[in-house]
């Protein structure tokens, strides 16, 4: 019973987190680093996250792109972030 109680509250985190890629971080530091992507952050996050969620290799590009980009200042991060970021935000 214990195990059953402790899988219904994991299934309940899942869904109040979200289970898909981080394209709403991607999206959103794309448009601070590089200008605002087609259709805005929400769209760009919406669109990202049904792809990401359709497509394993695209949901790696967003996740090598989130963990490439975040530690750096904009600067750095579009030198050295670019394909992987350009192939997560061009739909």
Same mark, same amino acid.
């Given at each position: 019973m214990r195990? *059953?109680? &402790?899988f219904l509250l /994991? $299934?309940?985190? $899942? &869904?109040v987190t979200g289970c #898909?890629?981080?394209? !709403?971080?991607?999206c959103e530091r794309w448009s601070e680093c590089v200008g605002g992507p087609a !259709? *805005?952050?929400d769209a760009c996050a919406d669109e990202c996250s049904a792809k990401a =969620?359709?497509?394993?290799?695209y949901n790696g590009h967003v996740e090598k792109c /989130? #963990?490439?980009?975040?530690p750096l200042v904009c600067s750095e991060a579009v030198q050295q972030c *670019? /394909? =992987?970021c350009a192939i997560a935000i061009i739909r």
């Open positions: 195990q *059953g109680y &402790f /994991l $299934v309940a985190a $899942v &869904f #898909s890629s981080p394209c !709403g971080q991607v !259709g *805005g952050v =969620d359709a497509d394993p290799v /989130l #963990s490439c980009t975040e *670019g /394909l =992987d």
